[in-house]
């Protein structure tokens, strides 16, 4: 599953009251309030800087507990002047009993609610697509660390590869419009791991973002590293030295 996935706001104000209500309706209640970071457990909001420019291109979908509650998640939202994205109601393409509704939140990324038979026990992000300038190259790197992400490639069609992990999945999708500036964390439970992680992604051609160390400016014993995949968005392996999976 995602530790934790954080999205660079251009406005991080109208981001957070973009979010804020919509996940409320989703029983997703916010985590921590900062002015660097806006956090609702396994989600987050920070602002944008000039060596950290803003995700754009990005696809989220969020569980939602029953499809009235996707409903809901669709009419505040349109409510409050939101654009649309696709109206509440099921996408058998996906799946039999996929049922959802999607806006677009204020740096064009698409968030979605969405209720199925399938949905983690767990934590609130069902899935992620990404879209990638080479499908092959982006592919290639979530396989190289795998085994450290906990996603494995679980299948292919042309222009997409899937990646299933323990109740969460995310989809790499060909486009010309590729997804750009968003954090990916994976958990660890041994230092040992997030070191082999770095290990192996340097080893395999992809580009450092921050060896592996203790981060206590996010909480004491915080133990990440971080990489860039094919498309410099940042990926990292964390191990937060705690019982629970900690937050960011």
Do not use: K
């Amino acid at each position: 599953m995602f530790d934790h996935v954080t999205l660079r706001t251009a406005d991080q104000a109208a981001s957070v009251a973009f979010y804020a209500p919509l996940l409320g309706q989703l029983d997703i209640h916010q985590t921590a309030s900062e002015d660097w970071i806006a956090e609702w457990d396994d989600f987050s909001l920070s602002p944008a800087d000039a060596g950290r420019p803003p995700t754009r291109g990005l696809h989220l979908a969020f569980c939602a507990p029953s499809r009235a509650h996707v409903d809901a998640f669709w009419e505040i939202g349109r409510a409050a002047g939101h654009p649309d994205a696709g109206a509440p109601g099921p996408r058998p393409q996906y799946r039999e009993d996929y049922y959802g509704a999607f806006l677009l939140d204020p740096d064009g990324n698409s968030a979605e609610a969405v209720h199925h038979g399938g949905m983690r026990a767990g934590g609130h992000l069902d899935h992620l697509w990404l879209r990638v300038a080479d499908l092959e190259q982006a592919a290639a790197f979530y396989e190289a660390i795998a085994p450290f992400s906990g996603f494995e490639r679980a299948s292919a069609a042309p222009g997409r590869v899937h990646f299933a992990g323990a109740g969460s999945t995310f989809t790499l999708v060909a486009g010309e419009h590729v997804t750009e500036h968003v954090h990916l964390a994976f958990p660890a439970d041994d230092d040992a791991v997030v070191q082999a992680f770095h290990r192996a992604a340097l080893a395999a051609g992809h580009r450092d973002n921050g060896a592996p160390g203790e981060r206590a400016v996010y909480h004491p014993g915080y133990y990440g590293a971080f990489v860039l995949d094919p498309d410099a968005n940042n990926v990292e392996v964390v191990n937060h030295h705690r019982p629970a999976r900690g937050s960011r």
